[in-house]
């Protein structure tokens, strides 16, 4: 007998990795050939005589507050392909002839590191800089886990904290974005305020920004094949009977406990009433996507592994090139990642190419001069959850009305978004409480 966890993204991983390390026997269900869910890697050849690439489906972000994530990384033996900034330090760049603006923090203890770098910040006026200030210092006192707060919108709080539009798009919107993929007049104002409380008020090293240095399929899916010890993949998981039995590829299992690690689509067709009678209400948490635009270069365009862009289609940039296991020689590959897609999700590559190649030129100006060697797209139509007010409160609990049987991904009540720290948090939840109902279990 063991514990069944279903799902082989971060979050079941995650519950697995625990429960194993707590000398439990886990078996790990994966419908696909490989684990990571969300975030994977593929090889793609290369064009015409270009190099191959190895390519991550999505640039994906930490910041030094990701403790549960960077804990499993740890765990797997992989922490050591993450760059961590020492401090956080942002270039924002734009697509006009102004000069680059930049963010970055002081040795001052938080919430005080982030305050020069905002009283200098050039693309606000000293006014607008003032009542940033203030409009910070009283999200300190929102309280994100207050129901009233969750069916707010941060665009509605903004406007009634005197941000104006320049601020939302320099300042607001960097952040937010990117957090919870999703605009500020459609961000939940409870997760929002969570992101900034968290990574921008709080300890002054949290918002540090750590990015990938190698693909994501050997950061998280092939690190976790070679930890857990019983990992069945291209396996389907048919249904969870109860919170000791399951079907998997038409055959009965059972198991002392399951955790469900899956997309709440998927988890609502698997799970038996008993165990969420309200699971009909997770569909109102819908889904935004990301879109990730990738370009080789003949050459170096980008100076930086990464820099915010404003007024602008591409929003983030970053440099790739090593990460893909592209020699510089052959140029540089940089990814651009799209936030709240919708506009995107279904537009064609050519679409794509026309707008983004010269948004690119204009943020980065020895784009204007290099060759593109290729250009491709890849887009995650489901991304996250649809983060908008009212979605913390379809967001279900660990555990459910069947014991033994316990849920986890991103998507639910950790009270972070969903994010990869999120992910992990929620597999660590579900493996505590299962641990628990095993503990009961053998004192019985």
């Excluded at 709080?202 to 976790?224: N, Q, S, T, Y």
């Excluded at 493996?431 to 009961?440: D, S």
Aim: charged fraction near 20%; aromatic fraction near 6%.
């Amino acid at each position: 007998m063991s514990v069944a966890v279903v799902g082989g993204g971060l979050a079941g991983i995650a519950a697995a990795v625990a429960l194993q390390e707590a000398g439990i026997e886990v078996e790990l269900y994966e419908a696909r050939p490989r684990l990571g869910g969300a975030t994977h890697s593929f090889q793609r050849a290369g064009t015409d005589g270009g190099p191959d690439l190895t390519v991550d489906n999505g640039q994906h972000v930490l910041l030094r507050a990701f403790t549960a994530y960077r804990g499993l990384l740890q765990r797997l033996g992989t922490a050591h392909g993450i760059d961590l900034q020492n401090r956080f330090d942002l270039r924002i760049l734009t697509p006009d002839e102004r000069p680059e603006a930049r963010l970055r923090r002081t040795g001052l203890p938080g919430p005080m590191h982030l305050l020069p770098a905002l009283a200098t910040y050039s693309l606000l006026s000293p006014a607008e800089r003032l009542r940033a200030a203030s409009a910070s210092l009283a999200m300190r006192k929102v309280n994100p886990d207050d129901p009233h707060v969750d069916a707010m919108s941060l665009g509605y709080w903004l406007d009634r904290h005197g941000q104006s539009d320049r601020t939302r798009r320099y300042l607001w919107e960097l952040f937010v974005t990117a957090a919870l993929n999703c605009g500020v007049d459609e961000a939940s104002l409870g997760l929002s305020a969570m992101v900034i409380q968290k990574a921008l008020l709080g300890r002054a090293d949290a918002a540090d920004i750590g990015v990938p240095r190698i693909p994501l399929g050997e950061l998280h899916g092939r690190a976790a094949e070679k930890t857990l010890r019983g990992v069945h993949l291209k396996t389907k998981v048919e249904q969870v009977v109860s919170g000791n039995r399951l079907v998997v590829d038409g055959f009965p299992v059972d198991a002392e406990a399951v955790i469900v690690a899956v997309p709440h689509p998927a988890a609502a067709a698997l799970v038996p009433e008993a165990a969420c009678p309200d699971r009909g209400s997770w569909a109102g948490l819908a889904s935004s996507p990301i879109v990730d635009v990738h370009v080789l270069y003949d050459r170096p365009v980008l100076d930086s592994p990464f820099a915010a862009v404003v007024d602008s289609p591409v929003q983030w940039v970053f440099d790739r090139t090593s990460a893909a296991g592209l020699d510089p020689e052959h140029g540089q590959y940089v990814s651009s990642v799209v936030s709240a897609a919708g506009q995107w999700i279904d537009a064609p590559v050519a679409q794509i190419r026309r707008a983004f190649l010269p948004a690119l030129a204009e943020a980065l100006p020895r784009a204007r001069r290099a060759r593109v060697a290729e250009f491709f797209v890849t887009r995650e139509r489901h991304a996250t959850f649809r983060q908008t007010p009212g979605s913390g409160a379809l967001r279900p609990a660990a555990e459910t009305g069947v014991p033994g049987l316990f849920l986890a991904g991103a998507w639910t009540a950790t009270g972070w978004p969903d994010t990869m720290e999120g992910a992990v948090r929620s597999g660590l939840t579900a493996a505590r409480l299962c641990r628990r109902h095993l503990q009961k279990g053998n004192v019985r």
